[in-house]
């Protein structure tokens, strides 16, 4: 291994000495710019340094080439432990020199500790991809000159800004297009929980966006100078400088935190990042909730004033824009509407900056005629409703927000454009609360208020789906009443009090605010507070339970309240995040929603699914030979199977697996066999055992899937009149994007047969794993202590223990081994996983069959028992 260079030995030194003075810069409180400017000083001077040492031992003439600094290093932005883009650029260097020039430059900066990103270019050659590379043209945008020729630099410079003017429209069209695709990968809205601080929307990237499009665009990349030249408002310049002062100091102290480059804001970051900005919360909101609140509030602003110049820029330089203008016809009083645009006359702008209506008739006219709002106009809206005192606002405007609420369509889009515009608090004071408010958690996707819009959007959306909720939205004649418990349905969340129970005082408030009639309050009101107990009911309690099934129709009280609670509650799921409202939760809100149905319009529950439920039932036994028909245990079994069973399997498929149950005995007593479900993008294993080796068999089977490191997203349990069980677990496979491969299907089915056949008890042993700091740092964000609750009420023949958990490997084995230690027969289990947490749902008996101890002394000693137990097992606080 050859020694290191005299030279780089001592830029080591320099470089951890540099580091330091940055650290300590950056704790006495200089800002972020200043502290990356002094950082970016620091590592010139190392730089220039060892280039010329290279220049030297190569024996190259430095006239002959330069190194130019790009993207956040040409900036002079640097952060900490951020990469350094390095361009060697030269006039046809012979290629010898050129090899050992970039060779020995490059090894040498590397070796010192930077990690850099490294390239070999002529002009012509970087002109030329500048035109259709946008990466390559915005790092080209920052240049500037570190070491060599400054008038090979100063030609290149001149030569490439006159070219970017030539094709500043096709330019501008690509930088957008590609920050465009960026925002799609790292987060289309700013109000992601998860945001990247250099690339999420309303972060660094639309700092600098304002940069390249004002370079190529009108020959300047300085905010500062383009405000100087008006070309930059002065109310987009601010919240622009602001935020970007904000925004280096958070990525600085990620580094530093880190020790190496970060720029995801990751929960358990966000918790470290509030402590150290001082924030400590207040009543019902945590500091990480306050800090973020002003995370997003910033980035919301620079997003408006970014997104804002850049669209100024569009039109300002559009061909024959004046002719536009002159061909605008009048679409209401002070009110014009152009080719591409609706704005607000001069007067009108006096006008429009205080009158909600008319920003509503503004907003219902570039709606009905596709336009856009010219920003000028927009500008004039948002700063005075900004500016605005409170007070109610007019009838004409509640008369026009209740058209545009009634009105699917593009109402998700119009209503987050009201909210930017600071309009939509004007109408429902209860929205300027949830602004930018966080959820704390890894279920939510976005902020309180992103949410409550994107879910009115998603219930738009169920017009296109060829479903039981297609038609019931179509059908709808309460589209109204439904997009405002949408809107209003979180808006109770970040106080002490239950969300549910503020958001009914809101529901309520809002409606009077509105004029809507007394039916339509109490219906709103219903909605919103209750908004909450279909999923409840759908995912924790067992559907085919009689007594389910007439509380939750109790509760609802009505078909048309239950269309809407259906429609409300699968929507709020949507607009969680991808993948939220699976087939598997549609598919028990239907079958909740058909029940509940049957039950309020005839009073039986199933009326009409007990007829389909009868004729899958018969279609099986159809199938069976004339020998199984005659058997008293096979007609048995076909008569236990279960209603989920019947409708998600097909008849052959039944007959199939009932048969693989008859084949058990002693000697053979376990099968296991699995498929992937496309739909679902999860496995299904499927588990039959002899009654001869079902004690235990829940945690045996949940040991040997953690072991294989499956993820259970849902279990049905279901045993046989003999007592074979006939049990069901779909599950996410981590090693496999997609099918599992038939091997793997293999090897687990082998796992669950062998601990199912073993004689012994011994607990799994789980495969040993590298762990990320992706898991220290979700583990160290979870605040909320597990709980446990037992209902004891709910069914006549069971007792309901519902566990809330974060997830991880084993956790589920952790919890069926209790209840096996405690002697608890497991008829039915509702697993449930949102990303990182799990509500985990068991209907018990004794070994007798019967439910716990109705004694309520007994009862309290033995929970009491059960929690003492789950305490020991999880080494975690546990909660009743």
């Known amino acids: 291994m050859s020694s290191l260079h005299p030279q ?192 999420s929307r309303g972060c660094l990237r639309d700092v600098q966006i304002v940069r390249w499009i004002g370079f190529v665009c009108f020959g300047e990349k300085s905010p500062e100078q383009l405000r100087d030249v008006g070309l930059l408002a002065e109310e987009d310049y601010a919240p622009i400088r602001d935020g970007y002062d904000y925004l280096l100091n958070l990525r600085n102290q990620l580094h530093f935190m880190a020790g190496r480059g970060l720029d995801s804001l990751d929960r358990s970051k966000q918790m470290e990042l509030a402590k150290w900005m001082g924030f400590q919360g207040h009543e019902g909101v945590l500091p990480v909730e306050e800090f973020m609140t002003q995370f997003f509030e910033m980035t919301s602003e620079l997003r408006y004033s970014s997104a804002n110049f850049v669209g100024m820029a569009r039109s300002r330089l559009t061909p024959f824009g004046f002719l536009y203008r002159f061909l605008s016809l009048s679409a209401g009083r002070n009110l014009r509407l152009g080719l591409k645009e609706v704005w607000a006359t001069r007067k009108g702008l006096e006008r429009i900056k205080d009158d909600p209506g008319m920003v509503l008739e503004l907003m219902q006219i570039a709606n009905r005629h596709q336009r856009r709002i010219e920003h000028k106009t927009w500008r004039t809206i948002r700063k005075g409703m900004l500016n605005r005192i409170d007070k109610p606002v007019g009838p004409e405007a509640i008369s026009r927000f209740l058209g545009l609420m009634s009105t699917p369509g593009r109402l998700g889009e119009i209503l987050r454009r009201l909210h930017e515009l600071r309009v939509l608090e004007q109408i429902i004071p209860a929205v300027r609360h949830t602004r930018s408010l966080l959820q704390f958690n890894e279920y939510h996707k976005y902020t309180v208020d992103a949410h409550c819009i994107k879910s009115v959007e998603c219930v738009e959306e169920f017009a296109k789906r060829n479903d039981f909720l297609g038609d019931l939205y179509r059908k709808s004649k309460q589209k109204l009443i439904l997009h405002l418990a949408l809107l209003l ?181 376990v099968e296991v066999w699995a498929e992937y479900l496309a739909d679902r993008d999860a496995t299904e294993y499927i588990v039959a055992v002899h009654p001869s080796r079902t004690a235990g068999l829940f945690h045996r ?147 007798a069959g019967n439910k716990d101890p109705s004694d309520p002394s007994d009862l309290a000693k033995f929970r009491l028992s059960f929690f003492d137990e789950c305490a020991n097992s999880f080494g975690c606080l546990w909660q009743l």
């Open 8 to 199: 780089v030995i001592e830029s080591r030194q320099q470089l951890a000495e540099a580091r330091l003075k940055s650290a300590n810069l950056h704790a006495s409180g200089n800002t972020g710019p200043q502290v990356c400017l002094a950082w970016a000083d620091s590592v010139d001077a190392i730089v220039h340094r060892l280039l010329s040492v290279a220049c030297q031992e190569e024996n190259v003439d430095p006239t002959k080439f330069a190194f130019l600094a790009l993207g956040g290093y040409g900036r002079r932005d640097l952060a900490p432990y951020s990469d350094l883009d390095l361009m060697l650029l030269h006039n046809n260097l012979p290629e010898k020199i050129l090899q050992g020039l970039a060779r020995k430059a490059s090894q040498m900066i590397g070796d010192t500790g930077f990690q850099l990103g490294f390239s070999v270019r002529t002009p012509f050659q970087c002109r030329q991809l500048a035109w259709t590379d946008a990466q390559v043209l915005t790092s080209l945008v920052e240049m500037r000159l570190v070491y060599g020729s400054e008038s090979l630099f100063n030609s290149f410079e001149n030569s490439f800004k006159n070219g970017a003017k030539l094709r500043w429209r096709s330019l501008a069209g690509m930088i957008e297009r590609e920050r465009l695709e960026e925002r799609q990968k790292y987060g289309e809205t700013e109000f992601l929980l998860h945001p990247n601080v250099k690339r």
């Open 489 to 669: 349905h979180d808006l109770g969340k970040g106080y002490v009090e239950d969300h549910s129970e503020v958001g009914l005082r809101i529901a309520d408030e809002t409606s009077h605010i509105l004029g809507l009639s007394e039916a339509d309050r109490e219906l709103i009101c219903f909605l919103v507070h209750q908004h909450l107990i279909m999923t409840l009911t759908a995912f924790r309690f067992d559907l085919t339970q009689l007594s389910t099934i007439v509380k939750f129709a109790q509760q609802v009280g009505s078909l048309e309240r239950l269309q809407l609670l259906t429609l409300l509650s699968c929507a709020d799921l949507a607009a969680v995040g991808p993948g939220a409202l699976n087939d598997w939760k549609l598919n028990l809100i239907h079958q909740l929603y058909d029940a509940t149905a049957s039950q309020l319009q005839t009073g039986e529950p199933l009326e009409h699914q007990s007829s389909a439920k009868e004729s899958h039932r018969k279609a099986v036994f159809e199938l069976l030979s004339s020998e199984e028909k005659k058997s008293e245990l096979w007609r048995e079994r076909v008569a236990a199977i279960p209603a989920t069973y019947l409708f998600q399997s097909k008849p052959p498929e039944l007959v199939t697996e009932l048969r693989r149950i008859d084949s058990l005995s002693e000697e053979h007593p």
């Open 701 to 847: 089977i949940t040991g040997a899937m953690a072991s294989q490191r499956l993820s259970i997203l849902s279990a049905e349990i279901q045993s046989l009149p003999d007592n074979a069980a006939w049990d069901r677990f779909l599950v996410d496979d981590p090693d496999f994007q997609g099918a599992p491969v038939p091997s793997r299907l293999n090897q687990v089915c082998q796992a669950i047969a062998k601990s199912i056949e073993s004689l012994e008890t011994a607990p799994p042993s789980f495969k040993r794993t590298w762990k990320g700091q992706g898991s220290e740092e979700s583990q160290a964000a979870r605040l909320q202590p597990v709980q446990v609750r037992f209902d004891n009420s709910s069914s006549e023949n069971f007792t309901i223990i519902t566990i809330f958990a974060y997830d991880r490997l084993g956790l589920l084995y952790d919890i069926s081994k209790i209840l096996f230690d405690f002697q608890l027969d497991l008829q039915v289990a509702k697993v449930s996983t949102h990303l990182d947490q799990v509500v985990d749902v068991f209907y018990v008996t004794d070994s």
